[in-house]
Each structure stands twice: as structure tokens, then as C-alpha cells.
């Protein structure tokens, strides 16, 4: 499954904090794509059918259609 | 080091008094402040008064448990209605809860004396427990290290024989982080079995409340005293709590103990390698069997919890972000980049996460009883170290290598537990996690036990210590 780009994190922090020093807003970015550099290919394990776990319940049944890789 | 259940039995033997043990406490512990920085508050008065109160109760025959007139202090994010929460940051300073954390009702209740609330890296979001705010929090073991964190001032206090037990919290290794680098034990809980119930969140879909002390057998002890449903925390699992009772030798024939050299043996400090392949020998010697898994994806689950501590964390500050000047410069930054991760990718990341722990049913649970492996890849290091160079020449960044191999277990919500396996060449402690399915705390806490008991690494004092 094709999922979007991963986002411009430089203009985003830009966007959202203008007001910040570009030496704090460099850090925000590393911060950011550091956080997501391993995640974003998870992603497509993903399948319409799962549920989140908002509320977290470590012995929570599987919700429709969950199996894992 | 005298541990929790021996401080008990001179209790119940009439060798000491509550009274006799909280003055001790609280002498030994402002005699060290200015060197180890443990602490935040001290609640003399209260103390006092609860240790006369405790030792009335044992005159007249009143007993309610191991944690009677037991001298413990609580990491300074758990609500106390009678000394300031600060969760070691400028922005609560003057926060006066109106009322006690669900952790401290049930210590007071069970007799525990609270002799103060502990330091803490500020916010909990971060792995030094060196506070901008209120100062570095030092190691027993060596002033010029790091405790770990956040609960840096519960593991020193620990480590230190300051308290008997001190409660911390764990939302990506702030219990097991500190217990491994002060060598004491630590508890994690399985998700929802403590009470989060007054307490500071951070990540509170990963937030867990649990002990630091000398022993596994003492932490099964402030875990009988602590856990149980509470409707007050949304989270809190409905299950009626099972008391562990760990037998006088815990039997390990038959114990299927995993471990896996991907991921969690890769990228350490040999000796640490070498002193979890030496626990597996010995766990094996008695009696159990050994199961090699293949769990490279572990860092899988490290990288959910990228999006979603941060995304949640954030949401907890938000109303306080604009007094950035009140936040600590190394933490503000990570407050302000969780304020920008997608909705959408916090929800696939809880999405993935469901699909994860099926992949732990399936892939670790279902052919073992216990996962060992480090709690973290390398010794406390230096404050002010921003990476250590393993012997192989490898960089490794401080906060991520202290994180790395126990923030899955937040993500999966299971039990993982934090005792000393041995020491390092540079005297420092080193430690095994010991982890298991949701709820099986019997099962990590009997294997810690039996192992302190073959090993008595526990009973090596920190310099620090009486």
C-alpha cells in the first residue's frame, strides 16, 4: 500500500512555531524525523479493519481482521 | 544492605522500632542530600507521627502487612495532600494537590511510613535525572554518574539505603533505567495494575506505576500492598488483583526462559553480554530450559513508541507549553516536536501497537514463560555525558541506549522486572530484565528471587550505602 510522503518536518516546524530561533526550531526537526525515521514503513502492516487502542488493554481481544506479520 | 522484609522481621521481633528505623531514615538521608540530591521533600513530622502510630499498632497486636512502620518515599509526581507535587519541574512548583495519589493511599494503609517525595528528571521526560530546575540527582555508586531516570531519585534513595522501597514511574524505562544503573530491583507492572490515580501523566497509554528496592521479593511486597482495581483511573484493569507469594526457593524446573541475540544482545557493552549469557548458564543449571527467539522486530515496537509518548505527552503540557522559559531546554524541544505528529499517525500507531502485541501472543508468549535480557546496554554514565563509546568503538547516544531495550515493553504493557546481575569491571552495577506475559508479575518476580538468592549480588552496598 502507497502512503503519502513523509511530510517536509523543516516547513511544518516553521509553520507551527514562527516565533522560535532557527537553532530551536533545527532541533524540533531532529527531534521529529528521528521519531519517525523507523515508523513511517510500519504503516503498511495496517489494514482498515483494526482498531486502535486509545484505552489501552494489554489482554484486549483483537479487533476485526487483526493478525501480525 | 538491610532489605524490606528483613526491616519487617526486626519489626515483628521487637529488634527495632518503626520509630527507631524512620529517624535513621530520615538522619542518613539529609545527611547525604548535598551529595546524592535524592530527594525533593522530606515529611518529617508526618513520618514521625505515622512510626509512632505504626509501632502503637504492632504494641497492640495490629498488624497490616510487611510494609508496617516501613520507611519509603515516593518519586515527586505522585500527588501527596500534605507536601507539594512538583514532577521535578519549575511550571508545578507550588502545586498543593488537594488530595493523595491511589499509590500513596494504599502505602499509608498498608503502614508504610513516607518520609519524603524523591527527585526526578523534570516532567519524567527524560532518562538523567539531571534537573535544570532543582539539581543533579547523583549515583550511590559513583557521585559523578547519572542515577538514570526519571525516578532518579527513588533509585538512589534505594541504591543509597536510604528507604526500604520507593515508588517511580515507567512510561519508556523510567523504573527499570534507574533500578539498572543504582543496582537495585525495579518493577514494571503489567499495564492498568497499579493505580494511575493522582499521579502526573506523561504518556498515559503508557504510564506505569511501580517499586524500586533492594530485593524482588521486597518489590513483590509493595505490589501486594499497591495494586488492585481502581475506578478512578479510567485505565485501571478490572481483574481482581492475585497477591504473588514467592516461595522460600522458587522452583525454576520446567521454566521456559527466552532470550534472543537480535535486538536485545546487539550493540551492548560486552560485559553486559556477557553477564546476561552467564544468567541464562546459570538459569539453566537450575533447572530451567533455555529458548532462543529471533525478535529483531522489537524495534518495531520502539519505533510506535516514537510517535505515540511524545504525541501524548505533548497533550498533557500543551496547557503549559507557552511558558517555554519555565521548561528545562533539553525537554521543551521534545514537548513542542510531539505537538506535531499527525492524528492520524498516533491513531496507526495505537493501531500498530494492537497488531504488535498479537505478535508477542504469538511469537514470544506462547513458547516461553520469561524473556531475559538487559535492562539497559550500558553503565550509569558520567553526568553531562551525552554518548559513551562501547569497547568496540561504537558511539552510542546516552539517552538512546538506556532506552532501547525497555521501551517495547511499555508499548506491550507487559511485566518487566529490573534486579542487579552482577558488576561491571568498573565496579558499576549491571542488570537482567526479566519480562513476561500481562499479569505474570509472579513469574518475574519469583525468577529475580531466585536468582538474588544464588547470586546475592543485592547484598554488595553502593559506596553510598550503610
Known amino acids: 500500500m502507497a502512503f503519502p510522503p513523509v511530510p517536509d518536518w523543516a516547513q511544518l516546524t516553521a509553520a507551527l512555531y514562527p516565533h522560535l530561533s532557527p537553532p530551536e526550531r533545527e532541533a524540533i526537526t531532529r527531534i521529529w524525523a528521528a521519531n519517525y525515521q523507523n515508523f513511517h514503513p510500519l504503516k503498511s502492516q495496517i489494514n482498515g479493519e483494526i482498531d486502535p487502542d486509545t484505552v489501552f488493554l494489554p489482554t484486549a481481544p483483537g479487533s476485526l481482521g487483526e493478525s501480525a506479520k | ?466
Not at chain 2, 535544570?132 to 538512589?156: C, E, F, L, Q, V
Not at chain 2, 475506578?231 to 492475585?242: H, I, K, L, T, W
Not at chain 2, 497488531?355 to 553503565?379: F, V
Open chain 2, 1 to 466: 544492605m538491610t532489605t524490606l522484609l528483613e526491616a519487617a522481621a526486626l519489626l515483628r521481633s521487637r529488634k527495632a522500632s518503626s520509630l527507631e528505623l524512620t529517624q535513621d531514615s530520615l538522619s542518613r538521608s539529609k545527611k547525604l542530600q548535598p551529595q546524592l540530591n535524592a530527594f525533593l521533600t522530606f515529611t518529617e513530622d508526618a513520618a514521625l507521627a505515622a512510626a509512632r502510630s505504626a509501632d502503637a499498632d504492632f504494641a497492640r497486636g495490629l498488624d497490616r502487612g510487611p510494609l508496617q512502620g516501613i520507611p519509603v518515599a515516593v518519586k515527586d509526581l505522585f500527588y501527596t495532600k500534605s507536601a507539594p507535587t512538583t514532577a521535578g519541574s519549575k511550571i508545578f512548583a507550588g502545586f498543593q494537590p488537594s488530595f493523595d495519589a491511589a499509590v500513596v493511599e494504599k502505602l499509608e494503609a498498608a503502614g508504610a511510613v513516607l518520609t519524603g517525595k524523591l527527585g526526578m528528571h523534570e516532567l519524567a521526560f527524560g532518562i538523567t535525572s539531571n534537573n535544570a530546575h532543582y539539581g543533579a540527582i547523583r549515583n550511590p555508586w559513583d557521585p559523578t554518574r547519572i542515577p538514570g531516570g526519571s525516578s532518579g531519585g527513588s533509585g538512589a534513595a534505594v541504591a543509597a539505603g536510604l528507604v526500604f522501597a520507593a515508588m517511580g514511574s515507567d512510561t519508556g524505562g523510567s523504573i527499570r533505567i534507574p533500578a539498572s544503573y543504582c543496582g537495585t530491583a525495579g518493577l514494571k507492572p503489567t499495564y492498568g495494575l497499579v493505580s494511575r490515580y493522582g499521579t502526573m501523566p506523561l504518556g498515559f497509554s503508557l504510564d506505569h506505576m511501580g517499586p524500586l528496592a533492594p530485593t524482588s521479593r521486597d518489590c513483590a511486597a509493595v505490589l501486594n500492598a499497591i495494586a488492585g482495581p481502581d475506578p478512578r483511573d479510567a485505565y485501571s484493569a478490572s481483574q481482581p488483583f492475585s497477591p504473588v507469594n514467592i516461595p522460600p526457593v522458587p522452583s525454576l524446573t520446567g521454566l521456559r526462559i527466552a532470550f534472543s541475540e537480535e535486538f536485545l544482545l546487539e550493540s551492548i557493552d560486552p560485559e553486559i553480554k556477557a553477564m546476561v549469557e552467564s544468567a541464562l548458564r546459570a538459569f539453566h543449571e537450575w533447572g530451567a530450559t533455555l529458548v532462543p527467539l529471533k525478535l529483531g522486530w522489537l524495534r518495531d515496537v520502539v519505533a510506535i513508541s516514537h510517535v505515540i509518548l511524545p504525541a501524548e505527552a505533548a497533550s498533557v503540557l500543551e496547557p503549559h507549553l507557552g511558558r517555554r522559559d519555565e521548561l528545562g531546554s533539553e525537554i521543551r524541544p521534545l514537548f513542542e516536536a510531539g505537538r506535531l505528529i499527525p492524528a492520524v499517525d498516533y491513531l496507526q500507531a495505537q493501531k500498530l501497537r494492537r497488531l504488535y502485541r498479537s505478535k508477542a501472543q504469538a511469537e514470544i508468549w506462547n513458547h516461553c514463560d520469561i524473556l531475559l535480557a538487559p535492562s539497559t546496554g550500558i553503565t550509569a554514565p558520567k553526568i553531562g555525558e551525552q554518548t559513551v563509546t562501547l569497547p568496540s568503538g561504537l558511539d552510542v547516544e546516552v539517552r538512546a541506549a538506556s532506552t532501547l531495550l525497555v521501551r517495547a515493553f511499555n508499548v506491550l504493557g507487559v511485566p518487566a522486572h529490573s534486579t542487579i546481575g552482577g558488576f561491571h569491571s568498573s565496579g558499576l552495577p549491571m542488570s537482567l530484565q526479566i519480562v513476561a506475559a500481562p499479569f505474570r508479575e509472579a513469574a518475574v518476580l519469583a525468577a529475580g528471587a531466585r536468582f538474588e538468592q544464588e547470586t546475592g549480588h543485592y547484598r554488595n552496598p553502593a559506596p553510598f550505602a550503610a
